[in-house]
């Protein structure tokens, strides 16, 4: 149905664009999904070294 609507190298140029899109989307949900559990660690680990610090002053004291 849709093929006789539009000629085939439409066809293809708007799907490759919609797939470039889809992908580029992906890429980014992908980046952020692998992003957070490093910022949640990063940030684990500076709470920890600042606890940490404190307990050092806390015992130089």
Do not use: H, R, T
Not at 5 to 24: G, K, R, W
Not at 27 to 56: C, E, H, R, T
């Amino acid at each position: 149905m849709f093929y006789s609507i539009c000629p085939m190298e439409e066809f293809n140029f708007s799907s490759s664009i919609f797939v470039n899109l889809f992908d580029i989307v992906l890429a980014l949900y992908f980046i952020w999904f692998i992003k957070k559990p490093i910022d949640f660690l990063n940030q684990g680990f500076q709470v920890q070294l600042y606890s940490m610090i404190n307990v050092m002053e806390d015992w130089e004291n």
